[in-house]
């Protein structure tokens, strides 16, 4: 089986025209007409990763952040660009289209935490759940368990019902979620600044890691592919979260 039907299919689960313009998701190394041999996932193309899928035998790496985001002037010996076209593996990433798909970024999260869905406008990236009454706190004590993730929020004794979830960096996107209904938003990152304001605002802001709130993804995707082309090795790469918070340096 080529690669390409992979994409093919990748691209009927997270359409490629739901991309945002600043966007660069997609095929971005490789050769999409070669023998698919294996699939490996990941959140990002990292040396640890291509290593890792040479040593598999995988030569299609699925990524939900794409290897190239901005313009690369130079290519060279070391880079996870040259690195993955001397392996010969193909690189492809599945970013925004993935995050407003259905069972993407957001929806991974809404069934890990038991939410309920609400319909929303699949062309945002917003998307809008609901939750029991509770505290803001409460919440992110929930989120820190099940996504075992240091979490951060500005209005701990807030009362919400009402999510607007963006993973990764979506903390821009707070005012939008408040227009939209919600009195939350769980994001992945966000600024200080970006906390105060949205305090002053009286809007919950709670920040769960960029890795934490994306990486449960890649094993829904895994999965999807996994169903559909049985006959193909499919793995979740080894590698763990790029950074570690310490709670605490007491002791």
Known sequence: MKISEVIDYINTIAP???????DNSGLCVGDKNAE??????????????INEAVKLGANLIVTHHPAIFVATKTVLSGDVIYESARNNL?????????DKAKDGTADTLIDILDLIPVESDETS????????????????????????AAVTVNLPNKKIGTIGIVTGGGSEFWEQAKDMGADCLLTGEAKHHEFLICSESDFALIAAGHYHTEMPSMFVLKRKLSEKFGDIPCYMTKTTAPTMTYNSMKN
Not at 36 to 46: C, E, K, N, Q
Not at 90 to 98: E, I, K, N, V, Y
């Open 16 to 22: 490629p025209e739901t991309a945002e313009e600043w």
């Open 125 to 148: 990236l917003v998307r809008i759940a609901k939750t029991e009454p509770t505290t803001a706190e409460s919440f992110a004590k929930k989120l820190a368990k099940e996504l075992d």
């Open 90 to 98: 193909t690189l492809f990433s599945a970013h925004t289209p993935w």
């Open 36 to 49: 698919v041999t294996g699939i490996l996932f990941a959140l990002d193309v990292t040396s640890e990763v």
